[in-house]
């Protein structure tokens, strides 16, 4: 019984560190911030695949300064999360809703993956999807 309640206590530990993380994750994907993020806790294999069709690795979206200025400028609202952890590999998946100027732009579906390197959960992967509910995104600095 005792064991039982040590592995539930350490794996609250854990999702709280996850959520830290994803927490850090965002408030420093950012033009603003990225240049000390990417190189501390975004892990060399990086991969994302954005809502909008894009696909970029790490070099790929720190040299994207149109999408780090865009994320600086919206604010986002999470809900609906939801996190697994098996050994080092932290899972979050949940649905955010984007808002410009308080104007509500999108919603979508996400996955972020964390990897836990020298006990620092670094961010390593991204799935975003629109959702069925979203609005059509209008996001004139990102188009080519």
Known sequence: MNSLLAQKNDNETVKKELEEAFAKMWKNTTFTNANDYFKTDVADDYFTNNADGISQTKEELFADKDRLKMLEMATFEFYDKKIRIYGNVGIING??????????VAEFLYTAVFVKENDIWKYTSWQGTYSKNSPTPELPMLKN
């Open 95 to 104: 649905r955010s809703k984007a808002f410009f100027d308080g104007k509500y």
